[in-house]
């Protein structure tokens, strides 16, 4: 079946703009969850959403970054004035239940340069 | 707080030598999952294991084992007879098995080469 999907798979953006991120999660998925992987890193935590209420967002490094989930299923990750530090791939994962034994399916990512 | 540690940043192997990669947790929690995730050069990251923290049973899929050891926090995967196809970013990961918030909490991860 369709893994998670995101888009696009890579944005360039110049300083200042805003971009929006979307994630498809599987189907049925009642978890997702957004991270953010600096080049050479591991994948850090932003924020996490049970159907469509956002449990956590500890993980947001500013206000200027935002994520919504309205209807349970599709997720946007927005950033707005961007800056160079903001550059890295971004990665969404979902999760068929909301324990913590179930696995996180993670989609391919959208890599973000600001310029 | 949680915390995740793969001290090799990079291996380079010849095929068919086995590997094993290491990681070290910390964390405050008596019961917590672990995992060990790939990340092959297209960037998506495929789960490989998982873990519960009451479970030191070893683990031996194929050519992967995984070797738990509470008393040292650590959970190191082994390859055997490693393969081109090996060649990835190798992720350990934890998470706590209460609450409400299941993120993953990562290491930097392994570069592993293999080579032909």
Redesign the interface.
Known sequence: GAGVSQSPRYKVAKRGQDVALRCDPISGHV?L?W?QQAL??????LT?F?NEAQ??KS?LPSDRFFAERPEGSVSTLKIQRTQQEDSA?Y?C?S?TH????????????T?LTVT | AQKVTQAQTEISVVEKEDVTLDCVYETRDTTYYLFWYKQPPSGELVFLIRRNSFDEQNEISGRYSWNFQKSTSSFNFTITASQVVDSAVYFCALRRSGGSNYKLTFGKGTLLTVNP
């Open positions: 978890s969850f991270y050479g890193q591991g994948p850090e935590f996490y049970q449990l956590d993980g791939v990665l994962a999760s909301q324990g913590p034994s179930y696995e996180q399916y993670f989609g391919p990512g890599r």
